[in-house]
């Protein structure tokens, strides 16, 4: 099992991708083969995660991500489901590289740091240390 989901439940306007109810939508078009990610913390959006999704993904600091990694993967397999086909990433990881290196060794697959909303000045420095640190082995 790769996990239920809805099959056409997005549509598409020039270049954004609206999520929607699927009966509510007027026009529905399936757009490749996309991914969906979950990334809240309770039981039961836990478990749509492990029915639903492609993988999890929660903001960076609101819970143990290694605790809900153990928690989602044990879902999976009660529910018959692999837990290696669930992927798993983070939004707003502190770009330190003793934390990257801890996520990865968690699980996470995809790392995703923070840019303000701030002009180019503040911004492209960021970008820069963003590359750096990416770059290295963690």
Same mark, same amino acid.
Request: aromatic letters at 6%.
């Given at each position: ?19 929607? /109810? =699927?009966?509510? $939508?007027?026009e ?10 979950g990334?809240? !913390?309770? +039981? ?20 143990d ?9 044990? /879902? =999976?397999e009660d $529910? ?14 502190? !770009?330190? +590289? ?40 963690a």
């Amino acid at each position: 099992m790769i996990g239920r989901r809805p099959q056409r439940a997005w549509r598409v306007d020039d270049q954004f991708v609206a999520l929607g /109810m =699927a009966a509510a $939508a007027t026009e529905t078009i399936k757009v490749g083969t996309g991914i969906i990610l979950g990334g809240s !913390a309770g +039981p039961k959006t836990m478990a749509d995660i492990v029915e639903f999704c492609d993988g999890f993904m929660p903001i960076s600091g609101r819970y143990d991500i290694a605790e809900q990694i153990t928690q989602i993967r044990q /879902m =999976a397999e009660d $529910a018959g489901r692999d837990p290696a086909t669930i992927e798993f990433g983070q939004f707003g990881t502190p !770009a330190k +590289p003793e934390i990257i290196e801890q996520m990865i060794e968690v699980g996470l697959s995809r790392i995703l740091f923070s840019l303000p909303p701030a002009d180019a000045d503040k911004v492209l420095p960021l970008l820069d240390r963003y590359a750096e640190v990416a770059g290295q082995d963690a």
